[in-house]
């Protein structure tokens, strides 16, 4: 079997309805492997996931889930298991964000994006080290603009922080396990989150003159779900275009 192959292993990923998630999902079955969609509020769109798949010959089921609840990410873990068997892969992709200057920011805001991005990925790897199948995958997206200099995303960026130190920790913890954890960190890509405004800019900063692809980041993220990437842990895997 070809060590990119993922023939045989059940993911989850969270936020798979759209944009990068959407992508690594389908990128996760091509290769092989069953998939549960994960999405909180995006069912048309996370339906179109599952169908996509399905109509390529794969496995995948859509779950609705709020991971800035405890109770309903453990949910989420065993509606999975139920529909696909036991984990190997596990992609915490879900993220929110506010655009606003930091002395702008209210207690409400703080709570949406820590509770999401920060709160729901701890808990999400929690999970996720309780129950995956020795040797298997954990993978964060984060973000480069955790290595730049940007106005009004302090909360974004804040949230992204700790997931990036989630992941050093947790991979050490888990290693006796064999199982790797890492992060991939997108540049400016062509999703719904990267305002018409900065696109021009975004493109002008990338020494290959455009910004990334939703499919190029999946790229990365399915190499660490695989075999190839059993001796890269604890990382954070730029894919960036160069940008940082």
């Keep these: 079997m ?23 999902a389908l990128g996760l079955a091509a290769q092989g492997s069953s998939v549960a969609v994960a999405y909180r509020k995006n069912d048309v769109q996370a339906a179109e996931v599952v169908r996509t798949i ?3 010959g794969g496995m995948a089921v859509s779950l609705q889930a709020d991971l800035s609840q405890l109770d309903e990410i453990d949910r989420l873990f065993h509606q999975a298991e139920a529909n696909l068997g036991p984990l190997d892969i596990v992609v915490a992709n879900a993220a929110d964000a506010v655009v606003k200057p930091f002395t702008e920011c209210t207690e409400a805001d703080y709570d949406r994006i820590f509770d999401t991005n920060a709160k729901g990925v701890f808990f999400t790897l929690q999970q996720a080290a309780r129950r995956l199948r020795d040797g298997g995958r954990i993978i964060v997206t984060s973000t480069g603009g955790t290595k730049m200099f940007f106005t009004d995303t302090s909360l974004y960026l804040g949230s992204k922080g700790a997931v990036e130190q989630f992941v050093r920790v947790l991979s ?13 960190s997108p ?31 999946a790229e990365v993220a399915v190499f660490l779900a695989s075999d190839a990437a059993r001796w890269v842990t604890g990382q954070n895997i730029g894919a960036g275009g160069g940008v940082f």
């Design 2 to 24: 070809h060590a990119t192959s993922l023939t045989a292993k059940a993911a989850l990923v969270t936020g798979a309805s759209r944009g990068i998630g959407r992508a690594i």
């Design 54 to 56: 399905t109509e390529s």
């Design 172 to 184: 050490r913890e888990v290693a006796t396990r064999a199982i790797t954890v890492n992060a991939v």
């Design 187 to 217: 540049g400016f890509t062509d999703t719904d989150l990267l305002p018409d405004r900065d696109r021009t800019m975004a493109a002008e900063l990338s020494p290959f003159g455009r910004i990334g692809t939703p499919a190029e980041v």
